[in-house]
């Protein structure tokens, strides 16, 4: 079965999130958003470092706050209505 969280396919994950590191945005693909998207990433102590959303039809791009993350290992959670995602990102 192909399990899918909007514009994520499980299967090819590591292909969806780019660039690895980021520097100041993260893509989450290259189509638009299927469906409204929540997304927090957070440290590895647990703290979320940001949050926001994206919107059905908007590119899938996270502005990264630099204020607020510095270099180093985050987690991506993102969710819609039907599936949740986490992975890891590295921050330059």
Known sequence: EDVSVGIFDRDDIANNIFPI??????????????????????????????????NKGENPMITLDRSAINAGVYLLKASNSEDDL?????VK
């Open 86 to 90: 986490l992975t890891k990102i590295i």
């Open 21 to 54: 590191p980021a520097v100041s945005i993260i893509n989450l693909g290259t189509e638009p958003v299927e469906e409204n998207l929540q997304f927090k990433i957070v440290d590895l102590s647990g703290r979320t470092v940001q949050s926001g959303s994206l």
